[in-house]
Nanobody, 115 residues
């Protein structure tokens, strides 16, 4: 079992920035894939960014150039830096990791962008 705890969400004006954090109970050495997803009001959960271990990071087109995923391996923490936020970025953001055959989700953190 891997537990993920997210933080950093909140209310921000359009054009503003936020940084989300996701602290994992497992060492990043054991994680095969990590990423961020979001679910907006009335929408299905969608990919934001996905970073396979040793592979190329993939960003969804609607966040490319504005969002950046990064990690602090010493803290077993993953980040999502979000810049130039838009009202359509309003959603609950979830971090996700894949360890072996198991996938794990955080509890989600709300991001609200006002126009």
């Amino acid at each position: 079992q891997v537990q993920l705890v997210e933080s950093g969400g909140g209310l921000v004006q359009a054009g503003g920035s936020l940084r989300l954090s996701c602290a994992a109970s497992a060492t990043f050495l054991s994680i095969n894939v990590m990423g961020w997803y979001r679910q907006g009001p009335g929408k299905e959960r969608e990919l934001v960014a996905r970073m396979p271990s040793g592979g190329r990071t993939i960003y969804a087109e609607y966040v490319k150039g504005r969002f950046t995923i990064s990690t602090d391996d010493a803290k077993n923490t993953m980040y999502l830096q979000m810049k130039n936020l838009k009202p359509e970025d309003t959603a609950v953001y979830y971090c996700n990791v894949i360890v072996g055959m198991g996938g794990y989700w955080g509890q989600g953190t709300q991001v609200t962008v006002s126009s």
